[in-house]
């Protein structure tokens, strides 16, 4: 029987430096992971990225943080080369790299289509390529999306547009991952209060996220809390190992699909 547990696995956490990712980071180390390598993308995050290590430090877990642009296949692979030689194995990979853009079809430019698959679609591609080289046997590989994909909505066809091949990556890399025991699941998170969030939103927009979830009443914020969506995480990549190949919308009702 495989162990599902946390104790002595390695996790990679893509965008790991803060907000959502950075909580998963210290939370998978206050529940006992064995290492985890941070992953930021630009010099902008460093900051953070030093101070989540530090914390994963103080835990008495393992930590070491990487710099780098997702955007190329290169990229990816070497992150994860460069974080299995530093701590000898993978066995959790988690993706939460992501970028919005908020406008009407008509006013997108192909500059701006190209930078939102890149790093939405792209990046997340190869990301779950070199999971399926790199983890260990029953690994487990999450990637996050946005509950947008279960929206009727406009104004986000390049930022939704980008995060739904996504989906389907998961679904096949679970079919071919699975031999080894590997589950893949793919989260969609509403919308977080978070930095990331309102830079896209104007006030009428974020007055009206704050009151779209069934449960947003119920919700620090009425949005998703992050602190809401990280115990969904952990249980995926431990006891949740069953779950494979689906998108879970972890949002208080904000969509549905």
Do not use: C
């Not at 994860?80 to 194995?89: E, H, I, L, N, T």
């Not at 406008?103 to 591609?125: G, L, T």
């Not at 930022?159 to 080894?180: C, D, I, L, M, Q």
């Amino acid at each position: 029987m495989a162990d599902h547990s946390l104790k002595n696995k390695v996790a990679l956490i893509a965008g790991g430096a803060k907000n959502l990712g950075g909580l998963i980071a210290r939370d998978l180390a206050a529940h006992g992971v064995q290492a985890i390598a941070v992953h930021y993308n630009s010099a902008a995050s460093k900051t953070d990225a030093d101070q989540t290590v530090a914390a994963i430090k103080n835990l008495g877990v393992d930590a070491q943080a990487w710099q780098a642009d997702l955007t190329t296949a290169a990229a990816v692979e070497k992150l994860f080369s460069d974080a299995k030689a530093r701590f000898g194995k993978i066995d959790i990979a988690i993706n939460t790299v992501g970028k919005v853009l908020k406008k009407p079809i008509v006013e997108i430019s192909e500059a701006e289509y190209d930078d939102m698959f890149a790093v939405n679609s792209k990046s997340a591609f190869f990301f779950i390529k070199e999971a399926g080289k790199h983890l260990e046997d029953h690994g487990k590989l999450v990637t996050l999306v946005t509950s947008l994909l279960g929206a009727y909505t406009p104004f986000y066809a390049a930022y939704g547009g980008a995060k739904a091949p996504v989906e389907h990556f998961t679904r096949a890399a679970s079919k071919e991952f699975g031999a080894r025991g590997i589950s893949v699941t793919a989260v969609g998170p509403g919308p977080m209060d978070t930095p990331f969030f309102y830079p896209a939103e104007g006030a009428d927009a974020v007055a009206y996220h704050k009151t779209a979830a069934a449960l947003s009443g119920f919700s620090k914020t009425g949005l998703t809390d992050i602190e809401d969506v990280v115990p969904f995480i952990r249980h995926l990549v431990t006891d949740g190992w069953w779950i494979t190949g689906q998108t879970l919308l972890i949002n208080g009702g904000y969509t549905t699909k």
